[in-house]
T-cell receptor
Framework: GEQVEQRPPHLSVREGDSAIIICTYTDSATAYFSWYKQEAGAGLQLLMSVLSNVDRKEEQGLTVLLNKKDKRLSLNLTAAHPGDSAVYFCAVSAPGSFNKLTFGAGTRLAVCP | EAAVTQSPRNKVTVTGGNVTLSCRQTNSHNYMYWYRQDTGHGLRLIHYSYGAGNLQIGDVPDGYKATRTTQEDFFLLLELASPSQTSLYFC?????????????FGHGTKLSVL
C-alpha cells in the first residue's frame, strides 16, 4: 500500500522566514494531495489540496508544489509568523479512493518572534 | 463551517474494558471516519462509513468495531480494550468540494488503557 514519508519531524524558524515541509509517496497512481494544520488541542484543518494535474498552487502565503516524477509534495510557508506554529500533515490518496487518505507522520513547526 | 463533536474528550479504562467513543456531525455529510493518531505514525484510518447502516474497513481495524446509526452519528467500539489502543482518536466527516475531498475533524478523544 501507499507509504508516505514526511520531513522534517521538527522545524524551528524565525518570524518572517520561510518554512518548507516535504512529503514523499510511493504510489505513482496517487492523485489527490492535501495539507492539514493541527493546532494545540484541536483537530486537523484543511489548508490546501491539489489534484495530480496541478504542479503549483499558491494561497494566502502558502505554496504547494507537486513533483510527480520524484513523487514529492512540498508545503512552503513564506514569511512565517507565530500563529503558524502548529503540527502540519500531508495526506494523499489514489484515484477513486479520495476518501481513504494516507497521512504523513507530521511536522511540528515552531515560529519564534 | 462543519461541526464535528466528539465525546468524551478524555477516557481512562483498564485492559479488557469496554469503551464507546461517540461522534456527531451536524452538516449532513455522507462520509464519516475514525482515525487514531500516534507519534511517528500520523493519522491512521480505522473505519469509515458513507451513510447510516454502512461500514467500511480502514487500514488498522483490528480490535475495533464501529456503527453508523444515523446520518449524524458514528460510534467507535472497543469491546476488549488493550494498552496498544492507548491513543488520540479523531472523528471526521467529509464533503466533495470542487473535486477535492475536504475532511472536517473533531477535537479528538484521548484514550488511555491501563
Amino acid at each position: 500500500g501507499e507509504q508516505v514519508e514526511q520531513r522534517p519531524p521538527h522545524l524551528s524558524v524565525r518570524e518572517g522566514d520561510s518554512a518548507i515541509i516535504i512529503c514523499t509517496y510511493t504510489d505513482s497512481a496517487t492523485a489527490y494531495f492535501s495539507w492539514y494544520k493541527q493546532e494545540a488541542g484541536a483537530g486537523l484543518q484543511l489548508l490546501m489540496s491539489v489534484l495530480s494535474n496541478v504542479d503549483r498552487k499558491e494561497e494566502q502565503g502558502l505554496t504547494v508544489l507537486l513533483n510527480k516524477k520524484d513523487k514529492r509534495l512540498s508545503l512552503n510557508l513564506t514569511a512565517a509568523h507565530p500563529g503558524d506554529s502548529a503540527v502540519y500533515f500531508c495526506a494523499v490518496s489514489a484515484p477513486g479512493s479520495f476518501n481513504k487518505l494516507t497521512f504523513g507522520a507530521g511536522t511540528r513547526l515552531a515560529v519564534c518572534p | 463551517e462543519a461541526a464535528v463533536t466528539q465525546s468524551p474528550r478524555n477516557k481512562v479504562t483498564v485492559t479488557g474494558g469496554n469503551v464507546t467513543l461517540s461522534c456527531r456531525q451536524t452538516n449532513s455529510h455522507n462520509y464519516m471516519y475514525w482515525y487514531r493518531q500516534d507519534t511517528g505514525h500520523g493519522l491512521r484510518l480505522i473505519h469509515y462509513s458513507y451513510g447510516a447502516g454502512n461500514l467500511q474497513i480502514g487500514d488498522v481495524p483490528d480490535g475495533y468495531k464501529a456503527t453508523r446509526t444515523t446520518q449524524e452519528d458514528f460510534f467507535l467500539l472497543l469491546e476488549l480494550a488493550s494498552p496498544s489502543q492507548t491513543s488520540l482518536y479523531f472523528c471526521a466527516s467529509s464533503v466533495r468540494d470542487r473535486g477535492n475531498e475536504r475532511l472536517f475533524f473533531g477535537h479528538g478523544t484521548k484514550l488511555s488503557v491501563l
